[in-house]
């Protein structure tokens, strides 16, 4: 292996995440449902970076997929772009898939697609609850809100469930925990993405009664390092990782730019595994949730469970190259999804928002 790259095979990090070389087939590949080269996936996927946390002590291939804004869609309009993207997921190896009753349309999609597949049951879906309630404590809205999630997701047990942005969490996490109890849930977890929240959010996981942290870290985004992936492997709680491509802004930085050579020395083939690979090879990352609604980024970021990951001195190699970029500093001033146009209910509602406000 040459210097800066390791290999993914069988590794057990001091933070007690653990990564392998393994494969994670489902039974559901074997018998045929998925349409048009599903054996060819089954050869290609034996090889992927998978990822344990204690808290879950499942191992998970360590690329998932988001759905923010990427699976809402208009009532008629077409879907086989997303189906794509969900039979490719899975033929790749993929498992984990996040989405939430704020994203429009996402739950219906990812749970029509997945019936259709005949994956329903396999996938390690990762689901949210945003909830307050007519008064302090009232828990009805969050009951519902699990009810409704079930149903368009067709399962009966959701694997992870998060209290989206910390919403209501003094309730919400209590009941998270009773649901858990009851077995309607696999594991209970609480959500982020904006660093203003981080304090508070490494204070939910220093509290020890949550499984899974769901925190914004990318290759410009690193504040998590500081306090939040520490006490996260201390404690064997799973990371999931939300806009590791910064909400598509790192694509522009790179726009028209070749890899640099040392990108071959981790086998990263194009920007999205770069910047992946980065995510996931931090010892205390379980998995990260790139979100695409375009069929060919999903095979690009499936790469990414694939050769070595980076170690620590590639890791910071990469950190200043990326910062030796024009526009890197500022990315965060940057408009999200640039160049992208997404069409679902969620951009309808925020475009009337913006008429009533003029
Ligand atoms: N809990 C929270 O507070 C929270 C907040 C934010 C996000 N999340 C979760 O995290 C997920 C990921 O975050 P995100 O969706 O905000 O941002 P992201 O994954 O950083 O970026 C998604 C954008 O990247 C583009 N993209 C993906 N793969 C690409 C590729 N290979 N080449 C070029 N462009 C590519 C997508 O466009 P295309 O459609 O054209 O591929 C999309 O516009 C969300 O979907 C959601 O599930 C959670």
Partial sequence: MSNGAKSTADRTFSTGAHVSRRAFLGGTLASGLLSAAPLTALAQESNTVTKTARRINTPLPAIGLGTFLTFDALPGQSRAHLAEVMRRFWAAGGRVIDTSPLYGMGEVNVGDFAAALGIGD????????WSTGEFLGDDSHARRSLDVSMQ?????????????SLVNADVVVPLLNAWKAEGKIGHVGVSHHEPDYFSAL????QRDDIDVVQVHYSIHTRQAEER?????????????????????????????????DFAREIGAENWAQFFLKWVVSHPAVTCALPATSNPEHLSQNMGA????LPDREMRARMVRYMESMPGFATLAAMPPYPNKQYTGVITRAQRALRK???
Avoid: Y
């Fill in 356 to 358: 009533h406000q003029q």
């Fill in 305 to 308: 469970l694939r050769g070595p």
């Fill in 228 to 260: 939040i992936l520490p006490a996260a492997a201390e404690r064997g709680i799973a990371v999931l990782v939300n806009m590791p491509f910064e909400k598509a802004r790192l694509f522009s930085i790179v726009a028209g730019r070749a890899l640099p």
């Fill in 152 to 164: 368009r997701l067709w399962r009966e047990r959701i694997d992870v469930m998060q209290c989206h």
């Fill in 202 to 205: 490494a204070r939910w996981v």
């Fill in 122 to 129: 396999r996938l390690f879906i990762t689901n949210k609850v």
